[in-house]
């Protein structure tokens, strides 16, 4: 069946260092990615999303990447932070009706001071 | 907050007892789902309902009925669960059910003894 996966199960970074989390899908019909920041008790928050139609997309501090070739979405984060420890997800789907998010496992990302 | 409340937060449940979890979505969206959530897993999708009807259900176990009275509110009612159904439970919306950008309550952590 169609999968998501994420390459790594956690990520350990310096403070201030860019931060930059993999994700593979397999389904080359897929047209809409998201990726989700999980803090501790709390529920999956929006970060950013992309469509097929575009190879990049940048939010505040975030910037994700889309390479439909090799079927590959990466989330990179300019100068990590304290507060940026958490578990990513990566999803995807094939948008249309009754059409729903497909989701990766997730990566834990750890700031080291 | 994303405008998607869930209660309990935590739940603490014997295998006979029943118990019901709650969600409610500010956002006027029309569709909303349930999630299962354990360790080291992809989110498993549960249930989703559209405009109050039911349009998915994972071969989910009995023991699990959802419930949509209206579009705003959802609930899971839960009876004889095992030990193996402790995870967090998440509520999600979305403006229809067509693979886009889904908003996450905060979850409902089930520990069943």
């Known amino acids: 069946g169609e999968s998501v996966g994420l390459h790594l199960p956690t990520l350990s970074v310096q403070e201030g260092d860019n931060s930059i989390i993999n994700c593979a899908y397999s389904?080359?019909?897929?047209?809409?990615f998201i990726w989700y920041k999980q803090e501790s008790g709390k529920g999956p928050q929006f970060i950013i999303d992309i469509r097929s139609n575009m190879d990049k997309r940048q939010g505040q501090r975030v910037t994700v990447l889309l390479n439909k070739t090799v079927k590959h979405l990466s989330l990179q984060i300019a100068a990590t932070q304290p507060g940026d420890s958490a578990v990513y997800f990566c999803a995807e789907s094939q948008t249309g009706a009754n059409s729903k998010l497909t989701f990766g496992k997730g990566i834990t990302l750890s700031v080291r001071p | 907050e994303t405008g998607v409340t869930q209660t309990p937060r935590h739940l603490v449940m014997g295998m006979t007892n029943k118990k019901s979890l709650k969600c409610e979505q500010h956002l006027g969206h029309n569709a909303m789902y349930w999630y299962k959530q354990s360790a080291k897993k992809p989110l498993e999708l549960m249930f989703v309902y559209s405009l109050e009807e039911r349009v998915e259900n994972n071969s989910v176990p009995s023991r699990f009925s959802p419930e949509c009275p209206n579009s705003s509110h959802l609930f899971l009612h839960l009876h004889t669960l095992q030990p193996e159904d402790s995870a967090l439970y998440l509520c999600?919306?979305?403006?229809?059910?067509?693979?886009?950008?889904?908003?996450f309550g905060p979850g409902t952590r089930l520990t069943v003894l």
């Open positions: 999600a919306s979305s403006q229809a059910v067509r693979g886009d950008e889904q908003f």
């Open positions: 389904n080359s019909a897929s047209d809409y």
